[in-house]
């Protein structure tokens, strides 16, 4: 059976992008407007990976990360962030809430393919 993604992001055309690269890999893709939706979505089903945004309205990847890490459904799914922040300050805060890695926008779709297989297969 196909591993679930769970995307969030508040950007339509790279949410777009993000889930045609990985249903075009073969994973089922789930998408996500912001971090309560996509807390909302989590809540509902488990998913195999959570790749989030940090920069978002409502809730941020940040704050979605450590509400996903208090759900005992979700401490050891791997979450990764794909975000524009690339300072090694975000990316500790980001190691911090409990995330396992993390990518830069604009984002290579190969890379990111490369990156998710490695981290469920």
């Known amino acids: 059976m196909a591993k679930t993604i769970l995307a969030v992001d508040d950007s339509g055309s790279l949410r777009q992008m993000v889930v045609f690269s990985l ?55 791997p979450i990764l962030m794909l975000t524009t922040e690339s300072s090694d300050e975000m990316k500790a805060k980001g190691k911090a809430a409990g995330a396992n890695g993390w ?16 981290v469920i297969g």
């Open 23 to 77: 249903r075009a890999a073969g994973y089922q893709v789930v998408e996500a407007v912001d971090g309560q939706d996509g807390l909302e979505q989590a809540s509902a089903q488990v998913f195999d990976l959570v790749l989030t945004d940090q920069n978002m309205p409502r809730m941020d990847g940040l704050a979605l990360i450590r509400a996903l890490r208090a759900m005992p459904t979700y401490q050891r799914v």
């Open 103 to 118: 990518l830069v926008k604009p984002f290579d779709p190969q890379r990111l393919i490369d990156v998710v297989k490695k």
